[in-house]
């Protein structure tokens, strides 16, 4: 019987050093080499200082930018707590919230129906990302803050949209981080 509790016990150190060290270590150290840019968090650049993550979403409040998805992370775009509200679609507080983005975004819209994902968070709360009909949404309200044509803003939406993975996977979608840095590129 002691036999099987030793053999048990060094299977269980064995697998723990294998499994919870050596290939988590392997793992990290390949990604490194094959994918160093996503390995390292997708991180932005802007005159040698990083500036935000291709992976996170930003708070942007000024007029002459593309707004994200409102965020339920933390005190809002907080990675270090990142998650949803938890609120159910019936809760009074949420519906509220929706209502009144949805009013705030309504009046300056000219009638457009305001897209569902300018007003309602990500599981995660730190979607990067806006539908190209949310980039369009908005299009107006930064070619006017920049003194810009609205095709000029319109063009940078389409270079700066992804397309679905393989043709086949995900939804048509704009990096907000990107788009207002190309922004801020053109305003040069």
């Given at each position: 019987m002691r036999s099987i509790?030793?053999?048990?016990?060094?299977f269980t150190l064995v697998t723990a050093l294998i499994l919870g060290i050596g290939y988590p270590l392997f793992i990290?150290?390949?990604a490194g080499l094959l994918f160093p840019h996503q390995a390292n968090g997708s991180l932005l650049l802007k005159d040698g200082h990083v500036i935000g993550s291709e992976l996170l979403a930003q708070s942007?409040?000024?007029?002459?930018?593309f707004h994200p998805r409102p965020s339920a992370a933390g005190n809002g775009y907080d990675a270090t707590?990142?998650?949803?509200?938890?609120?159910?679609?019936?809760?009074?507080?949420?519906v509220d919230r929706i209502q009144g983005d949805i009013d705030k975004?309504?009046?300056d819209s000219g009638g457009k129906p305001v897209p569902i994902d300018l007003v309602t968070t990500s599981g995660s709360g730190?979607?990067?990302?806006i539908t190209p009909d949310s980039a369009d949404f908005q299009a107006e309200r930064v070619a006017k803050a920049r003194g810009l044509s609205i095709d000029v803003v319109k063009k940078l939406i389409a270079d700066n949209t992804t397309g679905r993975q393989?043709?086949?996977?995900?939804e048509p979608r704009v990096n907000v981080l990107a788009l207002n840095l190309a922004l801020d590129k053109l305003s040069k």
């Open positions: 509790w030793l053999t048990s016990i060094r990290t150290g390949l942007f409040t000024s007029d002459k930018y707590n990142s998650g949803g509200s938890n609120l159910a679609p019936s809760n009074k507080a949420l975004l309504a009046k730190l979607d990067p990302d393989f043709k086949l996977l995900g």
